[in-house]
């Protein structure tokens, strides 16, 4: 088989892996891009609190995203949907994310949620997974909240190469504490 030839099958194989993802991942106009799955799991919050509190994180009501200081943007909410973006702190990259609510026998609440990156990308340094984590981790984890505090349990699938580093959702020591002075739009 031809080097060529080789390279064109890899690709191929590559891109098919990087594709297959989560029903309810936002798709991308990159070929190959960096994407992240959770399922978070709130045995005694009812989705109804819990999207309250991450819409309120997406707004900015007094929170700033810990993870580098991104700014969220909300696309479309219903009660049982949720989508938004997130740019970087540093306004070059955006990425999208989707999420599903569902309430659990219990009264608890299941959120399905899928962030993809909108630019070629493999390693994403925990970007997409942190886009997801940080609009519902509490307390367990270290993160700000603007007035809610869930515990809960995660499944996370990422693609080839992305990363789910829970440290890595807190960035910089700078932006751990709500502050409006540090956020921008």
């Given at each position: 088989m031809a080097l060529g030839k080789r390279y064109a099958v890899l690709l191929a194989l590559t891109t098919a892996a990087a594709r297959k993802r989560a029903d309810n991942c936002p798709s991308s106009k990159a070929y190959i891009y960096a994407w992240a799955k959770v399922t978070a799991t709130f045995e005694t919050a009812a989705c109804a609190d819990v999207q309250s509190e991450m819409r309120a994180r997406v707004d900015g009501e007094g929170w700033v995203?810990?993870?580098?200081?991104?700014?969220?943007?909300?696309?479309?909410?219903?009660?049982?949907?949720?989508?938004?973006?997130?740019?970087?702190?540093?306004?070059?990259?955006?990425?999208?994310?989707?999420?599903?609510?569902?309430?659990?026998?219990?009264?608890?609440?299941?959120?399905?949620?899928?962030?993809?990156?909108?630019?070629?990308?493999?390693?994403?340094?925990?970007?997409?997974?942190?886009?997801?984590?940080?609009?519902?981790?509490?307390?367990?984890?270290?993160?700000?909240?603007?007035?809610?505090?869930?515990?809960y349990s995660e499944k996370i699938t990422t693609s080839s190469g992305a990363s789910s580093d829970k440290t890595a959702c807190l960035g910089s020591s700078r932006f751990k504490r709500s502050s409006p002075a540090i956020a921008t739009k």
């Open positions: 995203d810990p993870h580098n200081g991104g700014n969220y943007t909300l696309e479309a909410a219903s009660a049982t949907a949720l989508t938004a973006s997130r740019t970087t702190g540093d306004g070059k990259y955006t990425d999208e994310m989707a999420f599903a609510f569902e309430d659990s026998a219990n009264g608890g609440c299941v959120v399905s949620g899928c962030s993809a990156s909108q630019v070629t990308s493999v390693a994403d340094f925990s970007t997409n997974y942190c886009n997801l984590h940080d609009l519902y981790c509490g307390s367990q984890d270290g993160c700000p909240i603007v007035s809610s505090d869930f515990t």
